[in-house]
């Protein structure tokens, strides 16, 4: 007999899990992503801060996947699934499947200003982190050489927008970065003008976390000069700076040539191409055994499912994709071998968030830990998930480095693929 | 009295050397560079072989000359020098000067074919280097995925046109990534079906080292499975492939999706705006003292200057970039004391050039050095001379790990700054 077709598509937590799983397993599977790498995302904002390189926290895929005899990986695009063919339709082919795992994750999502892009980019992936260290560390350079005050202050003010995890640890890194690197490497400006803000539209920031944690992470950001604005709505954004509502009413404009859009994340489309019910912020409702309704040879996994656990929807972490990824490997083991299947139930281990040197929350089992602790708690948590031996070092290596020297390892201005598009021509005169 | 202001153009291995050797004096020194990194170009292969990561082999300029207060940096443009003036010439202003030293090196250049760039980048700059490697890891994933035989022949056909160092260690480099990388990571295609070609217009490859080395070098690219090709010249590169003239004169046609031009640069324009004469290279040609004729204030060094010795004209080496450097900062402090200058001497410690895993030619001092032993000087000089005690770990780490596991630390394909303009949208499906 064939052995059973299983296809995956997405290599995160979630689909990379999956995957480890169904190794040595009597399928054959194949990993389908977009790009060739797999992403440690809770550490992006350590590259857009300049403080890890791009290859740092990522992995190629297939290298992680090598000696898994049974797995294939493929760089390619998928545009939809068609469940009552059992196929995953390619924007270059098709792939059927015996048993199909969607883990294809968020990506950012501006609620329908689409315009905001180009003024302020997310934080999903690699080349939104370059762009991000690029327009950061190229407003230092540009604000070195102004003579206006006024346009000075305007390149130094750093606007992040979204309270959750990945606005705190940016603002954060952003404000430790302001801090070392402007106290030797420039003459002409100086720390007190560098202004980073980081605007939540409600109530509190990390909302997902207690609420003393909340206000704990306020103070620690503050400590580093993080002006946090809660209650406040961005109303439109452009080349200058954002325009935003203020918790009374008040219109107001923030002028700053670096905006970092952490507000908004929306499920890939592929989960409209499934033509199933899905909650109100496109999420796939799926089986208490993670499959779609009728369709339990197809699974939804990590951050593009929705499933109700004590009453409120598992959150889109790195924590629920991996354990979804493990049970959908087990359910298609035990269907395989004629067994039944269990339900998915959700370990909570607890959440946390970086702030900056010696500075987090984490509620690990519901325990609340701030400050210090909290901090080397999330290092050693980081560590530990980060994939590949090599990588842990080169991190331990840079982080030690950095936590000794306060300098800041992955500094570069680089424009990549675009140098045969728009940027300034390499032919140009040096100087 | 005001202290002596010195430009300094371009933060290379001349005008960073320069520079620290005018810090702590009384000089107020600009360094002006177009990138805000200083580039270790003799690794720059590794970074497009994904051997390196970008941030390993480049440090900002800022960072290395913090400490010395009487430095300053700026990221800025120079389009040329007002000799008569004294002052350089910015896109968006000016710069007066009591002494300048022009050390802006050279570029890509591709003898008046422009159109060929966009097939075959070259490797002059980070950004070259990311875009190479993305075009060879891509060829790689699209190999895997192509059912026809004659187009995955020409997604695994690797052109590195010119045999000078660099064309040389790209090319083993190539030899060693499709070896090792091959091995394990891909299900669909086999090592023996991707070839790496090195192309060279002259009769022999490495021209500046002794015919015995040149023959060595060969041998060891040999070994690797490069095919060496001298006496063939270019005569067109587009989207499929590289047509060229054997040296019996006859046509041929080589179908390759990545070509790697490493054949020819020029010297930056900034020479030519001096209105001083240069010689056929477009190189200014210098008094014994580096110094522009009838301008004892102007220095030029580096790859921009024309000076002989021994009857021969000093190579475009990091060598004679930092002596040249060193000399141009000792005759500006010998000038203000109103002491006489001294005459420019080159001391040839030799070239090397590496090959791949262990293998190398290198002719320290005059004499000549292949395999094992060459690697081990070589290993040890560029980690010698790498910028900063980070770099130099980190490289040692990378360097030591990939050695013991033949893997490659930095498989990453990105696009980065591009994601704006022509790539993917990162708001597409992601599979």
Redesign the interface.
Known sequence: MEPARVVI??GGFGGLTAAKALARHPVRVTL??????HLFQPLLYQVASAGL????I?S?I??IL??QKNI?????????IDLANKS?T?DDGALPYDYVILA??M???YFGH?GW??YA??L?????A??VR?RT??AF??A??ETDETERKRLLTFVVIGGGATGVELAGAFAELRRFVLR?????IHPQEARVILLEAGGRILPAFHEAMSGSAVKQLEELGVVVRTGTRVTSIDERGVSLTTPDGAEERLESASVVWGAGVAV???ARSLGVPLDKQGRVIVEADLSVPSHPEAFVIGDMMRLDQDGAPLPGVSQVAMQGGAFAAKSIRASIDGRARGRFHYFDKGIMATIGRSRAVAEPFGFELSGFLAWLAWLFIHLWYLIGF?NR??VM??WF?SYL?Y?R????????????????H??????
């Open positions: 598509i997405g389908i992503d977009r790009t060739n790498h390189s791009p290859a740092d990522a190629p297939r290298s090598a000696r294939e990986v493929q760089l390619a695009n998928v545009v939809g995953v390619l294809a994750g990506h950012t999502n689409d892009e180009q980019p997310g999903k992936s690699l080349d939104d370059i762009e690029r560390l190229l350079e540009h070195e050489r030797h490497d420039f003459r002409a890939s489309p592929i090599r070092m080169i290596f840079e480095w020297t300098k390892g992955a500094r570069l201005i680089t424009w990549s693929g675009s140098h045969l598009e728009a940027k300034p390499p032919d140009e005169p040096r100087g």
